[in-house]
């Protein structure tokens, strides 16, 4: 079936730091991937979303691009803030599998100190 | 434009009882998702209403069971509670075949 891997957090940066969340998927058909955001105490918030290979998403400086060909779609910020202290979700949808059913990666926790 | 809409926001029942979550959608949308948020389980899609008809379901126990109203809004009922149904629940909608917009959530604790 359809899936999600993400990296295991927390991820602990400094501010102004690079910031890589890896994520990668498996999927029977051609899915469309997506990053969400849950801030603490909050639902999810939709960051970016790529639907077909080569794709880029990016969205208030974070980016991530859709890469067939290592069913990846890392997301990634130049430089992280405070205010980026959340967890961060890969999801993908797939018409396989309904295609409003979003299957998601078990979140990433992301805390960036000043 | 007002958001996802849940509630309420905390709900605190005892084992064996039911339990009521409601969603109001976005302006527009059509399309209504219950997930389950629970620790050390991750993010476990519930059901999916779309114009007033359950579309898809997911791996849960047929005491998870809902509807949609002809203005789009939603319940989540949940009857006969265990332990293990205390968890964030989270409403989403969409129209067509846009991303989905996520709500708040209700915290639901079983004692």
């Known amino acids: 079936g359809n899936s999600v891997t993400q990296m295991e957090g927390p991820v602990t940066l400094s501010e102004e730091a690079f910031l890589t969340i890896n994520c990668t998927y498996t999927?029977?058909?051609?899915?469309?991937l997506f990053w969400y955001v849950q801030y603490p105490g909050e639902g999810l918030q939709l960051l970016l979303k790529?639907?077909?290979?080569?794709d880029k998403g990016s969205n208030k400086g974070f980016e991530a691009t859709y890469r067939k060909e290592t069913t990846s779609f890392h997301l990634e910020k130049g430089s992280v803030q405070v205010s980026d202290s959340a967890v961060y979700f890969c999801?993908?949808?797939?018409?396989?599998?309904?295609?409003?059913?979003?299957?998601f990666g078990t979140g990433t926790r992301l805390l960036v100190s000043p | 434009e007002a958001g996802v809409t849940q509630s309420p926001t905390h709900l605190i029942k005892t084992r064996g009882q039911q339990a009521t979550l409601r969603c109001s959608p976005i302006?527009?949308?059509?399309?209504v998702y219950w997930y389950q948020q629970a620790l050390g389980l991750g993010l476990q899609f519930l059901l999916w209403?779309?114009?007033?008809?359950?579309?898809n379901r997911g791996n849960f126990p047929p005491r998870f069971s809902g509807r949609q109203f002809p203005n789009y809004s939603s319940e989540l009922n949940v009857n006969a509670l265990e332990l293990e149904d205390s968890a964030l629940y989270l409403c989403?909608?969409?129209?067509?075949?846009?991303?989905?917009?996520f709500g708040d959530g209700t915290r639901l604790s079983i004692l």
């Open positions: 989403a909608s969409s129209g067509g075949r846009q991303p989905q917009h």
């Open positions: 790529a639907t077909k290979a080569d």
């Open positions: 209403y779309d114009e007033g008809e359950e579309r």
């Open positions: 999801a993908l949808s797939d018409r396989n599998t309904g295609f409003q059913k979003l299957v």
């Open positions: 999927a029977t058909g051609y899915p469309s």
């Open positions: 302006s527009g949308h059509t399309s």
